[in-house]
């Protein structure tokens, strides 16, 4: 992808970080414990997703900051790729066990 639009979209997910956040701050301090369930699943995995694609993409930013050579950038790449679909497996799995 373009360094322009990866710039782009690690704003965008800081902002639907902190919407998020706030959503879920509002959503589970002040509703009925036992009809929060979808909402929590669908809130949190969003959430979720967000959260591992601007931490990884972030790391993907301070590789080419510090010029890693393309080759090497590729890789990387693919290994946090695979990491994040990993964890968000996990973390899926893991959100189910509260339903």
Do not use: E
Not at 6 to 14: F, P, T
Not at 17 to 29: E, S
Not at 67 to 96: D, R
């Amino acid at each position: 992808m373009n360094g322009a639009v990866l710039w782009v979209l690690q704003r965008v997910s800081a902002l639907l970080l902190i919407c998020l956040l706030m959503f879920n701050f509002l959503v589970f301090n002040y509703s009925d414990p036992g009809s929060k369930t979808s909402l929590f699943l669908g809130v949190d995995s969003i959430l979720l997703a967000s959260v591992l694609y601007h931490g990884l993409n972030g790391l993907h930013n301070i590789l080419v900051d510090y010029g890693v050579k393309p080759k090497t950038q590729s890789i990387v790449t693919v290994i946090m790729v695979v990491t994040g679909l990993v964890l968000f497996v996990f973390g899926i799995y893991s959100l189910y066990q509260f339903m």
